[in-house]
């Protein structure tokens, strides 16, 4: 093996650091897909799309499995410090997050099978609009985390709460449908837990927010993010608040 | 500093490395006391007691942040290999699922007070049961990672499957409720995400399982799981599959 300070392996380690970052980035845009494809299925009510996102997510598995790997066998060989340390751990930590985005995407094909059983549902028109505009977040944080750009991932840490106050409305939509008409109960609850999984993806990429800024700077975002409703069906005390 | 060769170092490592394991056990037992509570809450609608849980969330995550420091910290300043290694990225990673335990705990505790605004309904009883076994199932992991046993967390993480199939079933019981009068929807819905933020307890269980036998074994625990129904309101295909 080089010797620790050589230039070779200065070098060598910054080539390896980058492949590790390239990776999170294919794993985040593979994820993007999956997200867009999810809703794509459940709009279109198309079934067959829907059961190929669910077999695709063993491939954001797969790419966490490598990012965990990578990451491990950089700290222990390299034996990494300062910001270089925090890129390796943060680049676990966000990969944590990507593969928890590609289940709440696969998820959200699988109930998008379940609801296509059924007559259609208005409040399937406002579901996609939530489902675009977490799309945007998660895109948003992915360039920022290219960029290692702090001012652009704070923007998207106080951005997940336009998605939780239209998570909000939707509850109180899906419940006003299911009152209205017992036969919507069972499509309305699988919307929810769509509306609800979208939420937990805003969540995820607020999370990814925090892990560029204590990336960057070196300490954590311990700013207030602006609250708004009950904290039930809609935003969070904290953003990373994965359980509300 | 020490010499990296030097036995005091090394004594000194296990220290700091037990106090790590220490630290990450008592924000398991903080988790667990927030999940008994915020079952307790539940059952005897005790709306002061759910609203000390909800406040007691603060503490799980400042733990949790601990746990990142000093396992940031131990990287940098000991540059482990191995096992060594395994230990504090495994620590890291138990401390994130705890940290999410503690949410979803929180959240029961959040929507345990709606709930209690509303009239009893009959379900409220098959809740609690989910949530005992959920709870023991936290505890036998708990118990797995301070023996590094890894005979127990894989029985954990197969155990899982019985916290999903009451998931499975409660949420049909809560659907004809539903069906039944329309004054049951909405605490009905609420019951059906605490009954699903118990399920999700049971999945970062699972993943503290793999976690342990990863931190002991040095290889991922791939062996799948016996898979139960239709992976929507039951088993997941993984059970680290949070989204489902």
Redesign the interface.
């Known amino acids: 093996m080089d010797s620790a300070s050589g230039d070779h392996t200065v070098r060598s380690f910054d080539v390896e650091l980058q492949r590790l970052t390239d990776t999170v980035v294919r794993a985040g845009g593979l994820v993007e897909a999956q997200l867009g494809d999810a809703m794509q299925a459940l709009i279109r009510r198309d079934s067959v799309q829907a059961a190929e996102v669910v077999a695709g997510?063993a491939r954001v598995?797969a790419l966490e499995?490598d990012i965990h790997d990578h990451a491990?066998r950089l700290?222990?060989l390299r034996?990494p410090?300062?910001e270089d340390?925090?890129a390796i751990?943060g680049a676990?930590?966000i990969a944590?997050d990507l593969?928890?985005i590609?289940?709440?995407?696969?998820?959200v094909a699988?109930?998008a099978i379940?609801v296509n059983q059924a007559p259609p549902v208005r409040a399937v028109t406002a579901v996609p609009r939530m489902a675009r505009l977490a799309q945007e977040i998660v895109n948003e944080v992915l360039d920022a985390y290219v960029e290692r750009d702090v001012e652009r991932a704070i923007a998207v840490w106080r951005r997940d709460e336009e998605v939780d106050e239209l998570h909000t409305s939707l509850?109180r939509e899906l419940?006003t449908y299911?009152?209205e008409d017992?036969r919507n109960?069972?499509p309305c609850?699988?919307l929810?837990?769509i509306a609800?999984?979208i939420e937990?993806i805003g969540d995820h990429a607020t999370n990814i927010a925090e892990i560029i800024y204590y990336l960057v700077l070196g300490r954590?975002l311990k700013d207030s993010r602006p609250k708004g409703g009950a904290?039930?069906h809609g935003s969070t005390p904290?953003p990373?608040?994965?359980?509300?």
Chains 1, 2 share one sequence.
């Not at 590609?102 to 998820?107: E, I, L, P, R, V």
């Not at 990373?240 to 509300?244: F, L, M, R, V």
Request: charged letters at 30%.
């Open positions: 997510d598995d499995q491990v700290l222990a034996q410090v300062g340390l925090r751990v676990l930590k944590g593969e928890r590609g289940d709440y995407a696969a998820n699988k109930r379940v509850f419940v299911m009152m017992p109960i069972t609850t699988h929810m837990f609800k999984n937990r954590p904290d039930l904290r990373d608040a994965d359980g509300s």
